[in-house]
């Protein structure tokens, strides 16, 4: 069933029923590839316009396109949507009386429908009109839920394994707007698709200036960001609900409209406090992650994570709030290892602790990047940025390097003597000789490193560390309390005369200075 001539078609019905004269980048091509059967993976980011590229095919093809989404709660929406352009859709979902999915099995039957809706949970009640003959392509929306590698796992689409051996020659379009390396290959591979053409569009949103700094005074830190930019939206993501509450209550006690949004807040709590800030009656809304899925705000100025996200998809997606607009944008994140060790301890004993917890590695690389920050974020989604961005604090703010390999000898022979026992405060302790109650009862002010680095501070002491762990001199055993050990690159420096570079710790000025500009 080749759609002939559709290429005369195509930009009459992107007119007609989406009112567009022009496609935007890949849509064209990936809607070719569909009409000629060919099955394609779509990565693009939210707002993009993935729904057009089965949307418009589903208008050329005879018969249905079936649209396997995981949000009933959207359908409804999705399909008022297409209706109200004049294309005939419908949903089919548990929701509907029986009656009603006999009406519209009854519409599939007589080709009357051109997409049909349907949540992965209800195609078995779909069983006996699952064929080829009556559906003419098939739209896995949201694949990434598909993959454990994924961020929003669900069980139910992995049975969708058995569409490509139902419908052999029906092409398959897989969308989603998150998905790394590994999962795009679980995708497709799970779905039996494996010769899929990858569609990945740029990630990239250069409005929006990316900045990572150290957690030390959070709130104060925030307090001014956010009087710096008074009367604009903006988020603040935190991991507790608890969180949420005191942030938006110190920025209410200096003035600021800030309201709290989490899981505890009742439904008629939460939908209040999304449409306030939609219509701009609240500017700051502190979130847990559960806020601003299907919020679709232009004029987000900036967002704020109080604490780290758990992976890079989370980010991205999170920052993809802001500027939505296209105008200038800031996306503020926090690094702390106290946050890195809490979602630690949330992955433990997980099924896939393994995967989350190299996706928090990830994470925790990103904040402690001495390189283009959105280089590396776009790395990770598979895009290369041929230059650095400009808009990130680490190219406006390049660190300078030194040789630091005494300093790193220092450290990793004071490892070396507690014998990977202690964790990085008290390691930091016996390096500055303090005098404090741990050292004193287990007798650390005997070791021979006691008190070798009291010249540096406790502050550019954790700088230092935090590079010797990123450049894999040592390393945090999450399961051993945390402690500092050495790895198998540490006896290189310890012993090999390996030199390492070190970035500089920026004074506190410095620091202050820095974000004074911002
Ligand atoms: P996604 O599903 O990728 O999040 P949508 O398909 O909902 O994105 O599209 C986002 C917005 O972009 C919608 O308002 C849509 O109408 C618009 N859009 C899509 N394609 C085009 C186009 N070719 N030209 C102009 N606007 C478009
Ligand atoms: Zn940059």
């Not at 809607?31 to 693009?44: F, R, T």
């Not at 790394?180 to 497709?188: E, L, Y």
């Not at 800030?277 to 967002?303: E, H, L, P």
């Not at 390049?398 to 202690?422: D, H, M, N, W, Y």
């Amino acid at each position: 069933m080749i759609v002939e001539n559709y290429q005369t078609e195509l930009y009459p019905t992107l007119k007609k029923y989406f009112g567009y004269d022009t496609f935007r980048p890949q849509q064209e091509e990936i809607i070719e590839s569909v009409l000629n059967h060919k099955d394609v993976l779509v990565i693009m980011p939210t707002g993009g316009g993935k729904s057009i590229c089965f949307q418009l095919p589903a208008l050329l093809f005879e018969g249905t396109t079936l649209v396997i989404s995981p949000l009933i709660a959207l359908m409804k929406d999705q399909v008022d949507g297409l209706k109200a352009n004049g294309i005939a859709a419908a949903y089919f979902n548990s929701s509907q009386s029986s009656e009603e999915q006999q009406e519209i099995i009854k519409q599939v039957y007589e080709k009357k429908l051109k997409l049909l809706y349907v949540a992965p949970e209800s195609l078995s009640a779909l069983s006996d009109i699952l064929k080829p003959t009556y559906f003419s392509c098939l739209a896995i929306d949201e694949a990434h839920c598909i993959s454990s590698w994924g961020h929003d796992f669900r069980p139910s689409y992995q049975q969708l394994g058995f569409l490509k051996k139902s419908f052999p020659d029906t092409p398959i379009i897989a969308l989603t707007a998150t998905a790394d390396k590994a999962t795009r290959k679980d995708i497709v591979d799970q779905l039996n698709i494996p010769h899929a053409k990858q569609f990945i569009s740029s990630f990239d949103r250069e409005n929006i200036e990316l900045e990572v700094r150290p957690a030390t005074n959070r709130v104060t830190q925030i307090l001014s960001f956010v009087q710096k930019r008074a009367g604009e939206s903006g988020i603040i993501y935190c991991l507790s609900r608890k969180g949420t509450e005191s942030i938006a209550e110190k920025l209410k006690n200096k003035g600021i409209e800030a309201t709290a949004y989490h899981a505890g807040l009742s439904f008629d709590q939460r939908s209040k406090v999304q449409e306030d800030f939609i219509f701009d009656r609240t500017k700051v809304v502190c979130a847990t992650v559960a806020f601003g899925m299907g919020i679709d705000k232009s004029n987000v100025r900036f967002v704020i994570h109080y604490n780290m996200p758990k992976n890079l998809e989370g980010y991205y997606q999170e920052i993809g709030r802001a500027g939505r607009d296209g105008l200038p944008s800031n996306a503020l994140l926090f690094h702390t290892y106290a946050d890195v060790i809490q979602l630690r301890r949330f992955t433990e004993g997980a099924s896939n602790e393994e995967f989350q917890n190299a996706k928090l590695e990830r994470m925790t690389q990103f904040s402690e990047a001495t390189d283009c920050r959105r280089k590396i974020l776009l790395g990770y989604f598979g895009e290369l940025l041929e230059e650095n961005c400009g808009n990130c604090d680490v190219c406006k703010n390049p660190p300078e390097f030194f040789e630091g390999t005494v300093i790193a000898q220092k450290l990793l022979s004071c490892i070396a003597r507690l014998k990977g026992t202690a964790a990085a405060g008290t390691v930091i302790d016996v390096l500055r000789g303090a005098q404090n109650q741990v050292i004193l009862e287990k007798g650390y002010q005997n070791l021979k490193t006691y008190g070798i680095g009291n010249a540096i501070s406790w502050r550019d002491w954790q700088h230092y560390l935090t590079q010797l762990i990123n450049q894999g001199y040592c390393e945090i055993a999450f399961h051993l309390h945390n402690s500092l050990q050495l790895t198998p690159f540490s006896k290189k420096v310890l012993f090999e005369n390996q030199k390492v570079f070190l970035t500089k710790p920026k004074t506190l000025k410095e620091q202050k200075a820095q974000q004074k500009k911002v």
